[in-house]
C-alpha cells in the first residue's frame, strides 16, 4: 500500500450514504486511488479480468467501462488485445485520470442508476468492476446497462456478494432474465475479494448475454 492511511481512505468509501458522499470520497481518492490498489481487491481484478477475457472476443468493440474510476479495466485489458473503452463515473477527479489510461477513446461523467447518454444498443459490451454494492450503484442500473448494449452482446458484472437483503441484486437480475432481457451464461458467485477490509468484502461476477 502506498500508505498507512488507505484504509481510512478505502472505509470512507465503504461508508459514504449517498451518491453524493460517494463522488466526493472518490474525488479526493483519485490522487492516490492506482497506488492504493497495487494491493487491494486484486482477487477481484484478477477473476474479472479471467472471466471477461474467458469470454469477450478480442475484436469487440466499443466497451462500456461501468463505472470506471481511474480506468484500472482499460489499463489491465489493453495488454490483452481490447481497447475502444468508453468509460464512465460519477467522480470527474477519477475520470481525468483514466482518460489518460490506455485504450479509453472517451470518458464521461455519468451515474449509474440515471438514464445513461446513450443511444440504445451503443456497446458490444457492458462491463463494471466493483461498482455494484451497498452505498454505489444498485440494481435500477441493470436495465440501462441491458438497453446500452448491443443484441447478442454481452455484460460482465462484479456485484458485491453477502448483501442481498440491502441490495436486491440477486432478485433483479433473475427477475431480468425470466423476462427474458438477458441470458446468463457464466458465473463465479461468491469469493472473498478483499481479504484487508474487516469484514472481508465478497464479489460475485456474472456474464450474461443480452437478448
Known amino acids: 500500500m502506498s500508505d498507512p492511511d488507505w484504509k481510512n481512505r478505502v472505509n470512507r ?4 450514504s449517498d451518491a453524493d458522499a460517494v ?3 472518490y474525488d479526493d481518492w483519485a490522487p492516490s486511488y492506482d497506488a492504493d490498489h497495487l494491493g487491494f481487491g486484486g482477487s477481484l481484478l484478477t477473476h474479472f479480468v479471467g472471466m471477461f477475457c474467458r469470454h469477450v472476443p478480442r475484436d469487440a468493440a466499443p466497451i462500456l467501462d461501468a463505472g470506471a474510476g481511474t ?4 489499463s489491465t485489458l489493453s495488454p490483452h488485445g481490447y481497447d475502444n473503452f468508453v468509460g464512465i463515473d460519477l467522480s470527474q477527479g477519477m475520470l481525468d485520470i483514466a482518460n489518460d489510461k490506455p485504450g479509453y477513446i472517451a470518458v464521461h ?3 449509474l442508476g440515471d ?13 463494471s468492476i466493483a461498482s455494484f454494492a451497498p452505498g454505489h450503484a444498485g440494481r435500477e442500473a441493470f436495465d440501462e446497462l441491458i438497453r446500452v448494449t448491443k443484441r447478442g452482446g454481452l455484460l460482465v458484472l462484479s456485484l458485491r456478494a453477502g448483501c442481498e437483503a440491502e441490495t436486491g441484486f440477486d432478485a433483479r437480475r433473475n427477475e431480468l432474465e425470466r423476462l427474458g432481457h438477458w441470458a446468463l451464461i457464466d458465473e463465479l458467485p461468491d469469493f472473498v ?5 474487516d469484514p472481508p468484502l465478497r464479489y460475485g461476477i456474472h ?5
Open 207 to 211: 456474464v450474461y448475454r443480452r437478448l
Open 193 to 197: 475479494s478483499h481479504p484487508e477490509v
Open 13 to 16: 468509501v465503504v461508508d459514504a
Open 71 to 74: 480506468g484500472r479495466m482499460g
Open 109 to 111: 461523467k455519468m451515474r
Open 23 to 25: 463522488r466526493r470520497e
Open 115 to 127: 438514464r445513461l447518454d446513450f443511444e440504445n444498443e451503443s456497446f458490444a459490451v457492458a462491463a
